[in-house]
């Protein structure tokens, strides 16, 4: 789990760096050149000049803007807080079809997931880094997403038609996110299963206990 969390802190280290890191740098840029045109007689192209600039500066805090709700998403999803898994599953999957150009059907045979916040929040970044995987490696057109209940379990289906993944790597536990993924898994005692193959696609499954016990103090997933 300690490898896991650092690798989350390395990809938002990332995402401040190359995306913040770059917008700061381009509005610093403009503030200077703004600060500058300043000192001298504002009119004609110098006062245009300007304008632009300002223009540019706009833009770029807009950018910004956007770049620091999509970060704070991904660290924690408003859907999820507000309104629980299924809604944010729904709404990233909305993300995805923005974003790419893969199709994503959604099948669904409940409306609710009954479980903890601290043990749904796995179940929802195990969803996350499926598709995370699919849109990087997999050269998938279509997604198709599953969430259904047996007597004692919810299960959650992430399956791709694209190039599938080799043994080897499925068996390698480091490789595209799966130690991650199966660690999670184990913290809400369920089980994650791979189903691929070269060519053929890649099912993750995941099958975890449905029905939650509170008391004053606890709650966890039974």
Not at 46 to 75: S, T
């Amino acid at each position: 789990m300690q490898i896991v969390r650092e690798e989350e802190r390395v990809n938002i280290s990332r995402e401040i760096h190359d995306s913040l890191g770059q917008s700061l740098t381009g509005l610093k840029i403009y503030a200077f050149n703004i600060s500058n045109n300043l000192n001298t007689d504002l009119s004609g192209k110098n006062l245009n000049r300007v304008r632009e600039q300002a223009k540019e500066v706009v833009g770029i805090i807009d950018g910004i803007m956007q770049q620091v709700r999509k970060i704070a998403k991904d660290i924690r999803p408003l859907t999820f807080d507000e309104f629980g898994l299924i809604p944010a599953i729904e709404s990233h999957i909305q993300e995805i079809t923005k974003q790419t150009t893969i199709r994503c059907e959604f099948i669904r045979k409940l409306h609710t997931i009954e479980m903890d916040p601290n043990y749904s929040i796995e179940v929802f970044r195990i969803f996350q880094e499926a598709c995370t995987n699919i849109i990087l490696h997999a050269n998938a057109s279509k997604i198709i997403i599953r969430v259904y209940s047996t007597s004692n379990s919810y299960v959650l289906e992430v399956e791709d038609n694209g190039r599938g993944i080799k043994i080897t790597d499925i068996s390698e536990t480091e490789s595209l996110g799966l130690l991650g993924m199966k660690e999670r898994s184990k913290i809400i005692g369920g089980n994650l299963e791979i189903k691929s193959g070269e060519g053929k696609g890649t099912k993750i499954v995941l099958t975890f206990p449905r029905g939650i016990i509170k008391n004053d103090k606890y709650s966890y997933c039974r």
